[in-house]
């Protein structure tokens, strides 16, 4: 099932027929004179408006606890081709849960089965160890025996993931992306590149990903795909490790860019300057009247999702 599908409304200059379907443009060659029809074909909008409602058959609703909101593709599209209901009246799709090891949180109720994760895998590992299981309704990614995956380069699994059915375990409820702010950092690593994009809420780095071109794809070094590994990933998460370059250029248009400034100038603070150079006195620490999220705790440093637990009094004097 594709979104990229255009009318050509004139094969080229030499045979100026329409092709008679709808074809996928990605796959599609480039003739001299060839006319393209886009958003501008009334075909086009209603076999994407398909395409979409076949996507989101069996799709649950977990974009308020789903760790993809903000960078979801699928939240894209159905935002821009998605209907206000759907016609599907039968029960959706329920999996047995499998677990890929403690870095990888496997959710395959979310999953569109674009085999992404299948595709990498097999350039990336010399053993694949996940793939498709069934088939027709029934088809899942899972690993034939329970297993976890090991490779060091598994990790970009979860950047190609279109979805929310791979996710990052260490960053697993923490933080919104549009509330971290991303910047590009690198550092000499004997196994990848090292070329990654952070993700800071203040000094925290809450997760690490691989740097992303204008159209969603990993960027390219040297003719190569810029993967990184799973020690980079997953276990440098102090802003120490990396050499800071500057910040991500994000879309306008995504929600990612909210609160995300480049070349602003700070106000200047006018509360010293009135009282000649004295701070301010503190009426009340907000931390102990609500008793919540001591900031002494980095949410970086905890090997799960933050809970209640994480905050409690008595663990906290210990």
């Not at 060091?152 to 260490?170: E, H, M, S, W």
Request: glycine share 8%; net charge negative; with cysteine.
């Amino acid at each position: 099932m594709r979104t990229c599908l255009v009318e050509v409304a004139a094969g080229s200059a030499a045979d100026p027929r329409p092709m008679p379907k709808l074809v996928a443009s990605c796959r599609t060659n480039v003739m001299d004179g060839m006319v393209v029809k886009n958003i501008t074909s009334e075909k086009v909008i209603d076999a994407r408006k398909g395409v979409v409602e076949f996507l989101l058959i069996n799709h649950p609703l977990d974009c308020p606890i789903c760790d993809q909101a903000g960078e979801c593709d699928l939240q894209d599209l159905g935002y821009e081709h998605g209907a206000d209901g759907t016609r599907y009246e039968f029960k959706r799709r329920t999996f047995t849960k499998h677990s890929l090891g403690g870095y990888i949180q496997l959710h395959m109720t979310r999953c569109i089965l674009c085999y992404r994760c299948v595709f990498v895998a097999d350039q990336l590992t010399d053993k694949r160890e996940h793939g498709v299981l069934d088939r027709g309704d029934h088809s899942e990614i899972a690993t034939y025996i329970e297993k976890n995956l090991h490779n060091d380069f598994i990790g970009n699994v979860i950047d190609v993931c279109p979805v929310g059915a791979l996710t990052d375990r260490t960053f697993r409820f923490k933080n919104r992306v549009w509330f971290t702010k991303p910047i590009e950092a690198h550092r000499d690593c004997d196994k990848c590149c090292g070329r990654v994009r952070l993700w800071l809420r203040g000094e925290e780095v809450l997760r690490v990903t691989v740097r992303k071109d204008e159209w969603g794809e990993v960027q390219s070094y040297d003719g190569k795909p810029g993967w990184i590994c799973n020690t980079c990933r997953f276990e440098k998460k102090h802003i120490n490790d990396w050499q800071i370059e500057g910040p991500t250029k994000v879309n306008r248009h995504s929600v990612i860019a909210q609160g995300h400034y480049v070349g602003v100038m700070k106000p200047e603070e006018t509360i010293a300057k009135v009282m000649h150079g004295r701070a301010p006195k503190l009426l009340m620490d907000i931390h102990d009247v609500s008793d919540v999220n001591e900031p002494d705790i980095d949410l970086s440093a905890i090997p799960g999702p933050a809970t209640s637990e994480t905050f409690e009094k008595d663990k906290l004097d210990l």
